[in-house]
């Protein structure tokens, strides 16, 4: 199982960003969240097997059509315990 945090900068708050993040990840049988942050970019921590995290963070660098995403960072981190995919 791969853990990871990805944070995405751009035009990503007020335009549907975590919702459709949640439904993609939910489509990918991943777990974790995804969260706005003060600074006005998005957090999402995910867990899952390499392909689908990497999916995900694939998924991520463009994000719904209503967003603009200008820059993808994450890192791995330490194992979690989350369940399914929410948005906080």
């Known amino acids: 199982m791969r ?26 049988g991943v ?13 999402v921590g995910v867990a899952g097997s390499d392909e689908q995290v990497i999916a995900l963070v694939e ?4 994000g719904p059509p209503a967003s603009r995403v200008d820059h993808v960072a994450s890192e791995a981190i330490a194992p979690q315990s989350w369940s399914d995919f929410q948005v906080r």
């Open 59 to 62: 998924w991520l660098k463009t």
């Open 31 to 43: 777990v974790g969240y995804a969260r706005n942050r003060d600074d006005g970019s998005v957090e």
């Open 3 to 28: 853990y990871m945090q990805a944070r995405i900068t751009g035009h990503v708050q007020g335009v549907g960003f975590r919702q459709a993040t949640v439904q993609r990840a939910r489509e990918l």
